[in-house]
């Protein structure tokens, strides 16, 4: 078959989607655990991230690939929804959605975006800087300084309120995204019922928990 | 001594009404290049042991005494089997019951007084003829892609049963051959999306050894003919499963995903 052929297809697509945000939901997840160390022990919270902010494979490989992964999965979303659209030129009169799937499943678009919104929002407040910080001014290492920045990003009672939306529409994304991924890629067995358990799980405790560090270091400092 | 069983759902049956009066709004279209529009219709003495296409039968005929022109709406078996009755009614394909066709589906799901939209079924491959009639034979198109096995017919044809098949394919086949070609798959789901009728046809020869011949090519060109007819992606909401009378599962359209990309990096 030719490859040009399979790139066009609907159904090549759909496992692209599902590979990149499977990736996606690799990065949340170790970015949650790092995350979550910051409430228990500092010390802890700066190693860590001076040494994701410092080794040549976290900065030069995955990096790239995590940037690539974000930009293929919101422009793959985008040019589906409107394919999706277009499929159907005269909507119905009366739809009765809710009947037959969830409210996640259906709106992947709308929690897409506001998810969307909140990474340019981190990029422009946190990653940009960082870049410049590192890579422009080129300052000297310090170790120690990410547990304060972060908890100075908390101190703003607005910036944490759009921080806790935004994680709220990433668990509806995820509710669905999860256990769609993995659908796509054709897992679909006994065990998948354990998996949809562990999806839904996975939706809920990580989007909660990025906000329960949110609040708590806007109360805590 | 055998018992006998009522199989009768009593939660929808209104024993005091048997007389419902209903309004209708049912989409009007004189053809395939006219506009379109949703027009109001009263009706009276309506029962709830009718199957919803009496009940348009029952306007029609009222519509035909006027001197108006009948609503035109597809069917053929009126026993679930044949999959010509569409109908988008209230919201969702073959109306508010599970695992029925438009046929099987009876007045008593309903209440007195009620309004029901009827629609025909929408989505760009499938163009609306008149009224409520749809053109599928997109399906049609994508059946002749690959939904079939060569077989040598000069007379001597091996009997299928002479080889052995594991019983979960067999069965898991035989569900899948279940479907009706009937397009509620695509009416229901928000993208237009074909993948489990699509599915459906791919997994019935795919489990089975005579199927697996030329399962490569079939999943491959069916895919690219369901491309080509312009139906959506699918993006897994299920509501395809939920609405579907035959109850076709997703897990087929996990297997065409698996089918079709081991087909692609083979081809
Ligand atoms: S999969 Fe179900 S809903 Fe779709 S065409 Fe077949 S029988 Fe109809
Ligand atoms: S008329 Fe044949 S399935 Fe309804």
């Known amino acids: 078959m030719a490859k040009s052929a399979l790139l066009k297809s609907s159904i090549a697509k759909k496992v692209a989607m599902a590979l990149s945000g499977l990736f996606l939901m690799l990065f949340l997840a170790q970015h949650f655990f790092i995350n979550m160390t910051s409430v228990f022990n500092s010390d802890t919270f700066n190693s860590i991230s001076h040494f994701m902010g410092n080794n040549p494979l976290v900065q030069y490989v995955i990096q790239p690939i995590l940037v690539l992964g974000v930009i293929f999965h919101f422009t793959m979303g985008i040019v589906l929804e409107f394919k999706n659209n277009s499929a159907r030129p005269i909507s119905y009169a009366k739809n009765n959605g809710a009947a037959n799937s969830s409210w996640a499943s259906r709106n992947m678009i709308i929690s897409g975006a506001v998810v969307l919104a909140f990474i340019l929002l981190h990029f422009y407040d946190f990653w940009i800087p960082e870049m410049v910080y590192k890579y422009v001014d080129v300052n000297p290492l310090n170790e120690t300084r990410y547990f304060s920045e972060l908890v100075h990003k908390f101190e703003s009672p607005v910036r944490t309120a759009i921080y806790c939306v935004s994680f709220l529409l990433l668990s509806l994304h995820l509710w669905h995204g999860f256990n769609s991924s993995f659908q796509s890629v054709g897992f679909n067995n006994k065990y998948s019922r354990s998996l949809h358990k562990l999806g839904y799980t996975f939706a809920i405790v990580v989007p909660f928990g990025f906000i329960f560090i949110a609040l708590f270091h806007h109360f805590n400092h | ?267």
């Open chain 2, 1 to 267: 001594m055998a018992q006998c069983q009522l199989a009768f759902d009593f939660r929808f049956y209104d024993f005091q009404t048997k007389n419902m009066k209903l309004t209708l709004k049912i989409w009007r279209q004189k053809n395939a290049a006219a506009e379109g529009k949703i027009v109001e219709y009263p009706i009276d003495h309506i029962e709830p042991d009718m199957s919803f296409l009496e009940m348009l039968d029952i306007l029609n005929d009222e519509l035909i005494m006027k001197g108006d022109e009948p609503v035109a709406f597809d069917h053929d078996c009126r026993e679930g089997i044949c999959g010509m009755c569409s109908l988008y009614i209230n919201g969702e394909a073959h109306g508010p019951d599970r695992g029925v066709t438009t046929c099987q589906l009876h007045m008593r799901m309903f209440k007195d007084g009620d309004t029901i939209f009827i629609e025909p079924f929408r989505a760009k491959a499938f163009p609306v003829i008149k009224d409520l009639v749809v053109d599928r034979s997109s399906f049609d198109r994508i059946q002749h892609a690959g939904g079939f096995i060569s077989v040598n017919t000069s007379g001597n044809t091996i009997d299928a049963n002479t080889i052995p098949v594991n019983k979960k394919d067999a069965d898991d086949a035989f569900d899948a051959a279940a479907c009706i070609g009937c397009g509620a798959c695509v009416a229901t789901c928000k993208n237009s999306s074909a993948m489990l009728f699509v599915a459906a046809k791919v997994s019935q020869y795919a489990l089975l050894p005579q199927g697996r011949i030329e399962a490569t090519d079939r999943v491959l060109n069916m895919v690219s003919q369901m491309d080509a007819e312009g139906f959506g992606n699918c993006t897994n909401t299920g509501a395809c499963e939920v609405e579907c009378p035959k109850g076709i599962s997703l897990e087929n359209i996990a297997r065409m995903n698996r089918e079709y990309m081991s087909a692609s990096l083979k081809g």
